[in-house]
């Protein structure tokens, strides 16, 4: 469960700025641009194993593009409240875990792998805590403790049910539904019970970042299955006081020398000008690249926001001459970019008022589904002992109702909905507050990609495939680990190995799989590499 999935992660590039975004290209200028084979627009996960997959294949003529001052993308961190020495905690604003290690006699997860590759394991369990115990938990209603965690056993009965159903869609080319819909007809239905209401959704939205009326059925069930089944169920919350991102800077390492020429932070695209031949980018302080090959670690929402601008003057973040074709925008806007944000309170060591022995404190509103629904508490075992640190987790419109306010406007929120769950009396005023906007963050636009019902594989390939030499990769091209970081690793690879055959003369000189004439399902003939299905969504080593 977790933004881990979010996790994930690719540099964001673009901000709007006084000149008009799609104004013509000064040719005589671009004559100027400083000259590459590849350029890579974003140093998160994707970018960073974009390069190292052109490094492996001797192509080292390439450029990075990023946004902000340092690598690592949507796995960002800050410093928050105070310590006895009053020096700040760390904590992680975006991916917060690594999901699915490995089992012996299967795959292991490639995070993991490049987490121990860095640290070693043995002192990367010391940060990383392998035992987030998801039956450690209590659940409160407005009146203060309830126990509902028979619910929890309930909606499992109901989700395998789900999981049954999702294969014979698959397997027999039916169509697909939303995730409300099949587990109404797995005889779960919430809409009377705020406990219920609470229930799925720490069991679904905290996942997914979307509710299950947003949300496919069968790519949900592909989504889980690959990473927990095939890896394991195991979760590892992170805590590193370097910042989550240490792992992403370790993998630049092993190909980047310190200040290497070739990342460019804090460098702002505005425009990508594409030909059959080449691609130049344009960045917000007028210098430009000019490159043989792009590939866009955007986000999805960053891409939707230069496709389709929600600002008032309807500039995009970034602009594109010539305009993307319609096959690629349609796709671009087919997938859904969710919001998970959480909510960091400290309050005085000497008050802290839950149970520190206790990891998740789940509540059910009586009025709004998922309103400041699962507290995480950071002041117990392997944690962050003696923190006072408690954070809670919100999605989509919560998420944007948040991002909306004020602090001290969610503050009085939140802190209503605590001294409902722990007595007005117990709860005092926090000593530190703070969380992250991602929606209105202009490099990211959201935290992570989710599949919407109705979105067919051979749509979302249209999503992965190149425009000529501008390729597109990030975890929200990953038709099975979307939303994770091991997406966002494996596309970078894959597009990182295209580019690079591309360069040396012995690769696909078309590019990628895409699809003029779509179909409301897919064959089961068509679920193999070519559409990005690496691996069977059935195959299970993990501990299940």
Known sequence: MLWLSLVILAGGFLKSTAVPLSAPIDNAATAQCRKTKVVILGAGTT??????????????????????????????????????????????LGANWVQGLGSEGGLENPIWTLIGDMTGKEIQCDKCVDYSNYSSIQTFNASGPDDFTDLLDDFDDAYSTLEQDAGYILTENLQDRSTRNGLSLSNWNPSRSAEKKATEWWDFDWEYAQSPEESSQLFAIVNYNTTFYQYSEANNYVYDSRGFNTFIKGLASTYLTPSDPRLLLNTIVRNITHTPTGVTVHTKNNTCISASYAILTFSLGVLQDSVNPSSA????????????????????????????????????????????????????????????????????????????????????????????????????????????????????????????????????????????????????????????????????????????????????????????????????????????????????????????????????????
């Open 47 to 92: 970018g960073i194993t974009s390069a190292q997959a052109l490094t492996n294949a001797s192509v080292d003529d390439f450029l990075i593009v990023e946004y902000n001052g340092e690598i690592g993308g949507r796995v960002a961190h800050t410093s928050f409240g105070k310590k006895a020495d009053g020096s700040p905690y760390t904590v992680e």
């Open 313 to 544: 003057s309807g500039e995009p973040l970034v602009s594109f001459t010539p305009a993307l074709p319609s096959w690629k925008t349609t796709a671009i806007n087919s997938m859904s970019m969710a919001t998970y944000t959480k909510i960091f309170l400290q309050f005085p060591a000497n008050k802290v008022f839950w149970d520190t022995s206790t990891q998740f404190f789940l509540y059910a509103d009586p009025f709004t589904r998922g309103y400041y629904p699962l507290w995480q508490s950071l002041d117990g075992p392997g944690f962050l002992v003696g923190s006072g640190i408690l954070f809670v987790t919100v999605v989509n419109e919560q998420s944007y109702t948040a991002e909306s306010q004020t602090d001290a406007e969610t503050k009085t929120q939140v802190l209503a909905v605590l001294r409902n769950m722990f007595g007005a009396a117990n709860v005092p005023e926090p000593i530190a507050f703070m969380y992250p906007r991602w929606t209105t963050t202009e490099w990211a636009r959201g935290s992570y990609s989710n599949w919407p019902p109705g979105l067919t594989l051979e749509m979302h390939q249209n999503l992965r495939a190149n425009v000529g030499p501008v390729w597109f990769a990030g975890e929200h091209t990953h038709p099975e680990y979307y939303g994770f970081l091991q997406g966002a690793y494996f596309e970078g690879q894959r597009a990182g190995e295209a580019v690079a055959g591309l360069v040396n003369g012995n690769g696909n000189g078309t590019g990628e799989m895409r699809y003029e004439d779509l179909h409301g399902t897919t064959p089961v003939g068509e679920y193999t590499d070519v559409n990005g299905w690496e691996v069977s969504s059935f195959l299970a080593y993990g501990d299940v």
